[in-house]
């Protein structure tokens, strides 16, 4: 192993223990009241040391955020991609599991995604770092959309653009999520998501299914 390969290894490594040290310091503190200077003494390195990695706190809170959006994207291509023989309207239903499964994966980092994609935090972060952001975010919700434009082309789906489907997808999910999690911290209420969640998509699906449609109006009709 040569001198630049050891040094690269070595720099990841830090990097590594720098985001595990930060999650546990958001954990416990939120990410308004954490400091450089805790998530340094929880990674047992000095102040520092961090700013040779990470530009600031908000770039440091984004790398985390940065890696749930790589999880987000690779569930989303095993939907797209490896449930070819699924109809348009299960291929939905398959996105919405595969979005819990990421709330799943990591509940905390997802609802911090959420609130930073709409915060001021993202005016601090570096060039590269928000580069990357709007990379991987774009990446998940083309996928999204080619799964409604699947169900569109096929005239399965009533014909609504896919961008603004993804987008409407995109946005129940993360409504319901920050709903239920609030639910849960002002009244100790519990964690309906995954129910909530079906029904609806549920909805959703009635909603932009043509056969579906079609039914209502001959109903109407009758």
Known sequence: MGIKERKNRERERRQQQIMVAAKRVFSQKGFGKATM????????????????????????????????????????????????????????????DALYDVYEFDSLMLINLFHLQSSETLKNLSPKFLADMNDLSRKSLDIMANIFKEGVDAG??????????????????????LWEE????????????????????????????????????GGGNG
């Not at 990674?43 to 040779?52: C, I, K, V």
């Not at 399965?156 to 999520?177: C, T």
């Open 156 to 177: 399965i789906f009533i014909e609504n653009h896919p961008v603004a489907l993804a987008d409407i997808f995109w946005g129940m999910f993360s409504g319901l999520v």
């Open 37 to 96: 200077e805790d998530i340094a003494r929880e990674a047992e390195l000095s102040p520092g040391t961090l700013y040779l990695y990470f530009k600031n706190k908000d770039e440091l809170f984004s790398s985390l955020s940065l890696r749930i959006l790589q999880y987000l994207q690779l569930r989303l291509e095993h939907v797209f991609r490896s449930d070819e023989l699924l109809s348009p309207d299960r291929k939905v239903r398959a996105l919405k």
């Open 182 to 217: 609030s639910k849960k911290l002002i009244s100790g209420d519990k964690n309906y998501l995954k129910e909530t969640l079906e029904i609806a998509v549920d909805i959703l699906v009635r909603g932009i299914h043509k056969d579906f449609n079609k039914s209502e109006r």
